[in-house]
């Protein structure tokens, strides 16, 4: 469930904040995978944004990075509490 939310944090720069996100998540938060950095998630992040050629699904992505954001510290670390079935396909 975790890589799924650190996929899913793959987004666009522009908007939303991918780099917010993952600073969020890796340094505010303490969430930790091995070897994972603030750019790598950014990196995917911006690929994840850009995957979607439909606009509801493109939405709901932009949606799920700033869910990641906003996210409460305690929620991030336990699990994925912005993950959506619809959004996450892999």
Same mark, same amino acid.
């Given at each position: ?11 666009? =720069?522009?908007?939303? %904040?991918? &780099?917010?996100?993952? !600073? ?6 303490? +969430?930790?995978? #091995? ?14 944004? =850009?995957?979607?050629? %439909?606009? &509801?699904?493109?939405? !709901? ?6 869910? +990641?954001?906003? #996210? ?19």
């Amino acid at each position: 469930m975790l890589s799924l939310l650190l996929l899913g944090l793959s987004l666009s =720069a522009c908007s939303p %904040d991918c &780099r917010g996100a993952c !600073e969020h998540m890796l340094l505010e938060c303490g +969430v930790e995978r #091995a070897a994972y950095t603030v750019e790598d998630c950014t990196t995917q992040c911006e690929q994840y944004l =850009a995957h979607y050629a %439909d606009d &509801r699904q493109r939405a !709901e992505s932009r949606t799920a990075v700033a869910c +990641v954001k906003n #996210a409460d510290c305690a929620a991030l670390r336990e699990g994925t509490p912005c993950y959506d079935e619809e959004v996450y396909v892999w």
